[in-house]
């Protein structure tokens, strides 16, 4: 299993504070992509980072891949009540004709208090 | 938008039964992707796939199997329900770089 593990579990902040989750996983991957979930919905893409790029930038949002370390974090900048949610990394692997493995961690439940 | 539907929100079923989770998308995509997800564990992958009648593996397939006869449908099925396999059950399909996501079958086997 590649599946990814988030850190922290669980992260509680105040407003206008910024987050950081870390994500780590076992093998090489293709490509590394952050979602989003709300309680009890489907995930929503937020953002990805190629194995070639060591950072990226969208709004509030940063993420770096540090593939050597096999990690990438995602920072929330001024993180507002309407980030509450929990955060997902997957690692993309494709290999053979077409196939495209794309894998979960835990997730970390983030909290934010108004 | 891209448009994933799952069958069901909610289902219910009984220790040995077969259960047949459907997933359809509307946007010709090849990869289509199912996932448990249960507190603390995360998503994790049961199977996907890649073109119609293309199925690999992911983490967890055993006690599942699936069904890719048409591009826009990607089926998940439970051949004897039991208890361990209640669990929220996600669909997603991807082409490019982001999957869409179903809203999710929460599957209680009693």
């Known amino acids: 299993s590649q599946q990814g593990e988030e850190d922290p579990q669980a992260l509680s902040i105040q407003e206008g504070e910024n987050a950081t989750m870390n994500c780590s996983y076992k093998t090489s991957i293709n490509n590394l992509q952050w979602y989003r979930q709300n309680s009890g919905r489907g995930l929503v893409h937020l953002i990805l980072?190629?194995?070639?790029?060591r950072e990226k930038h969208s709004g509030r949002l940063r993420v770096t891949l540090d593939t050597s370390k096999k990690s990438s974090s995602l920072l929330i900048t001024a993180s507002r009540a309407a980030d509450t949610a929990s955060y997902f990394c997957?690692?993309?692997?494709?290999?053979?004709?077409?196939?495209?493995?794309?894998?979960f961690g835990k997730g970390t439940k983030l909290s934010v208090i108004p | 938008d891209v448009k994933v539907t799952q069958s069901s929100r909610y289902l219910v079923k009984r220790t040995g039964e077969k259960v047949f989770l459907e997933c359809v998308q509307d946007m010709d995509h090849e990869n289509m992707f199912w996932y448990r997800q249960d507190p603390g564990l995360g998503l994790r992958l049961i199977y996907f796939s890649y073109d119609v009648k293309m199925k690999e593996k992911g983490d967890i397939p055993e006690g599942y199997s699936v069904s890719r006869e048409k591009k826009e449908r990607f089926s998940l099925i439970l051949e004897s329900a039991s208890t361990n396999q209640t669990s929220m059950y996600l669909c997603?399909?991807?082409?490019?770089?982001?999957?869409?996501f179903g809203q999710g079958t929460r599957l209680t086997v009693v």
């Open positions: 997957a690692t993309a692997l494709i290999s053979g004709a077409g196939s495209y493995q794309l894998t």
């Open positions: 980072i190629r194995s070639n790029e």
């Open positions: 997603a399909s991807r082409l490019g770089t982001e999957a869409f």
